[in-house]
């Protein structure tokens, strides 16, 4: 059967279980399977714009190797590494989880906010949403200033996260959030009730999308098959 | 089963015949039902601002009739006739196919072209674009100057929206074309392996979108189901 | 003589009394006259995306009745319902305050800021905008969560604007202000003398604009009376 | 009674007097008086940058001669010489006609094209669109390559202007067009009625709101008198 | 040897003297020489738009006079009076800092921040960047509220200038920031190391590229020496 | 002495030679060295967005042990590989040829165009200008559909280059080009002269603006040296 493959850049397990997690309302009995994987060559946490560069050769490398049994590929860091590069390399689709992210948060939000792990990726982000011609709806984005691998602290994580949210919300005018990082996955439901507002979780957002491509153009880049 | 009724709110039940069929692909067996309806009070084919407007009235009512059984609904026209007030009306999710064709666009292509039905509908869908904040990645749009009923003549839509295509990916410089209007359903495949890029049929794009919220969500507004 | 007719699509006929009050200085002896209206079937208060929609029938129909002695029609709600539907009914010049209200304040400061009734406002008024494609010059809006009945209540929504007012000249950096609702009327003078920065009334200015066309040429949507 | 200066920065009396025409539905027995005026001091035409520079010093001169007189000043060409000068230096409300005609064309078409006289006119002019923010709106401008004076060559000038006009509705998709140059003012009914589409003339456009903003605010720079 | 002559404007010879000084880094042996001269017709200080346009005839007239002698001009005032008038005037090349100054801080941060000396100089510099098309780029722009003459105060001055650049930076976003008046100038190195974050000279700036400019071209506009 | 390492990311002598020549006239007795060196990882031309990936690894090496020495480092390859990688590593001042090409250009001409070697790398680019936030001033790019091994063949590749220029100017509206390939270099001057419009070569540029960072602050980022 098709395999819509999610590759968590990061070497953090955790991380790719929790995005597994998270995928399995996703799944169904005839779809494309869904299958998860964590990039072992890439860095605990991709917190730089050179952890984002460092980590295109690894996962060209895994991506071509998983090529004929892939139907689409989903890259699951929200800075989207080596997103063009594997669009040029196969003949499969291949989605972002930062542009998948925020095109769904544009068809829910007026403006939406973003959460960032880190205060650096926000220019990062800025240069993104700018090339995605989108900067207009946003709203902002704040960083909750800890590391990808200290997500995994609940209760610092969450507080930091629902404060961010309030402020984009009520001093921002944000009617939507996307989560900046796919560490951030599991905190989706209770951030949300939080809020009040929609929470975008951006792998769940991309492989909504994979799935629709794949079934509708099989293992083939455009929707009908077409090369 | 939760179901996503897709409301064609022209009068033409060949448009929703085509419709209906080109959803097939992305049903499965478990997943939530996909209803295509066609409403009756609309006109046979919307293509004024009058037309929009006139359709919104009786489309809030048929859709509050449904919502009980509802999981989520999809505007199937491309000027997204009602989205907003039906959005304010529903506890349900809602997609409108001109927001979901060119969000996914976005995510096939830096610059979509977009084929509308008649010279008047480019002015209307610029104001649409131009609310999305998404201008900057339109190539262009351009119009076959057939209405929508007349699309049913297959020798003449085809040939308009071949050349109308070609025009906007070698001289607007499109990636992608998102074709402008449901009734152009049935062509995808033919004008994609014609134009030899991608060609978006936004009601696909937008049942894709629905499937991912409903599976996440269920019958609620928000992913996780808060109000 | 030739006749504005300015229509309230709110059913509040004190609104439209107090429009009516405030264009007395626009009349002129051997202009077009000046007829405001309201419609009945209209909600007390268009106060959400429904509203505005709801009120598009009537008011296509009610014009249609005029179109014959009018020399022109201007919608008198911040929302400009149905203002691309009449402008492909009818065949005189039609303006909505929303738009007349935003580019006369383009001719006065580099920087509007807008004061909405209900938040629920902002998202709809920002779509607009981006129609517009004027957001860059957009401060910022504000709403004073008053629904357009109670803005009656004169302490309260005298005090709400101003704070509303002081807030987007003080941190927003607006050089002007727009009242975004036509049932802040008459509030304009004494909101402009405690901001101390031009506060515009957008009734007003639509009328202004539509006296020009009429002058200009006569009972046509062209300047000099082409079809 | 209260009198609205419409200034030819350029000393060309012809193009006075074809504005002062074009002006005449505009008057009224009771309204503010609007009288046009030569600046001596200015080129026969203003077409370049230090064209515009230039007439500044001299229209600042006149101007407060005139203050004491003055309803409002409007400045009638099309790079709206010492517009904001004008603004800093009077207590009355100032008027460009680049600004104002840009300004009206929105409000009758999506997508507006501009005739500019000479080919170094156009840098100009794009610097002013996004001065003023509109730039998304704009459709395209093209020269006609007449300097000033010579635009009282009438069969040049309506034969390229014509020609202007074709391309840009045609390969523009222009809605609308502004005429770009104060000196076109004679060439505004015969150009719309052989394009078919409003062709907006800047300085009736800037003297029908400054007659708004005079009626409402007597000889005050805020609509209600505040200073 | 060629001459870059570096104009300021304003009348205060101490701001000349100033940028002078900070030039010094920037001159070499076999380099351009770089000259700076005083307006001796200007203002004080060049703080409103009438003071902008009032300098531009002198300006004008002072650098025909040293056409012959130079290599390139540069315009010290962050409102680039007179820059277009004088590109034309000159076949030399022409630099105004305000746009160099941004330029430079484009190539430095993806926010970058201004500080303004008078609170009437921000929608004047908002035009300014709209002009230019690079508004999305900007965090912010905020006043010291100090006149060109008081900027020799240096403990209110500094203290002023470096609440502002910390609420840019904290509250805007600002990466970098510019100083948005050539009298300044001094206080760039004390600025930068109380902000630690980039802080760029404007005058530096234009001066930089016109070095290139010559050396790369000679005493013509383009590149190459072509006319 | 302090030296500005200026990267050729391909491997191709011949264009790191051309560069090396072009910026002869950079170089001055007194300031800093300019070396121009080849990046022997990478491959002959870099001509998508793998091999934009694909040199940053070893261009980050590379510069790592040029640190000591370097006073800047100039990324000489329109895609400015690695440049926010490389800024993040480096104490220096980083500068990306594409980036300070576009600037340059804007100081120049109101509209610029660019010449990209293939139709590939326009929707690159496409993203990149986004990124800067720029896209408002773009005429429009062209490819001359050449790789860039074959840049070599000189006839071939000026009279495309001239085509497209002329393309660019005349029916783009472009003010001045800018050459969108490091290998192009050594056609400046003479598609400059045959398009009388200013051709920007943005390995100039680029060195240009690192000459005075580095004149200004030493070897540190900042231009005072503050780290």
Known sequence: MPTIYVINP?????????????LDPLRSNDGPEIECLTLAE????????????????????????????AAAFVIACFSDPGLHSL???????V?????????????????????????ASIPRHLRYFGAMGITARLAGELAIDIGVV???????????MTDC????????????????CAGMTKYRPI???????PV??????????????????GAAKTFGGVP
Chains 1, 2, 3, 4, 5, 6 share one sequence.
């Open 150 to 160: 200290d997500l995994a602290n609940e209760d610092l994580t969450l507080s930091r």
């Open 10 to 22: 990061n070497s953090t397990e955790a991380v790719t279980a929790a995005i597994d997690e998270a």
């Open 95 to 119: 989605f972002g989880i930062a542009e998948c992210g925020i095109l769904t948060a544009l068809s829910i939000a007026q403006r939406f906010g973003v959460i960032a792990i880190l205060p």
């Open 42 to 69: 890439g860095p605990p946490g991709i917190e730089s714009q050179r952890d984002v560069d460092s980590v295109i050769a690894p996962l060209l490398k895994r991506t071509a190797a998983l090529e004929n049994h």
């Open 191 to 197: 951030l949300e009730a939080a809020l009040k507002i």
């Open 200 to 217: 975008v979780e951006p792998t769940q957002a991309a492989v909504t999308m994979a799935i629709g491509r794949v079934r509708l153009g």
């Open 87 to 93: 669009r040029e390399q196969s003949a499969r689709a």
């Open 165 to 180: 949210g309030r402020t984009l919300r009520d001093a921002h005018g944000a009617d939507a959030i996307v989560m900046g």
